[in-house]
């Protein structure tokens, strides 16, 4: 019978020591209001999150419909930034529309 590697062992320890992972992902949502017009969500969701009319159409839909749609998904620090972003475009056009965020 061989004597296990000390070696192997050793590396073997280091590859999972330095393992690379992936970031969490967040969900950006916008949420649906009786007050923001369906063309307002579509602009926010081509200037903000890079739709195309088509796809942001579908999701302003959702919106519409469900309540909830999803925008996109993205690190913490991208998905704060867009959620700032909607924000800040709604309050300047006087709509309330609601942007937040919620873990994969």
Known sequence: M?????????????????????????????????????????????RVFRKSETEATIIMLQIHNEGVGVCGLYTAEVAETKVDMVHRLAKSAGYPLRCTMEGE
Do not use: A
């Not at 280091?14 to 690379?20: A, I, M, P, Y």
């Not at 992972?21 to 209001?33: A, I, T």
């Open 2 to 46: 061989s004597e296990p590697n000390i070696g192997d062992q050793y590396e073997s320890e280091l590859l999972d020591e330095h393992e690379v992972r992936e970031p969490k992902k967040y969900r950006v949502l916008l949420h649906n209001d009786d007050y923001t017009t369906m063309d307002f969500v579509v602009e926010v969701l081509v």
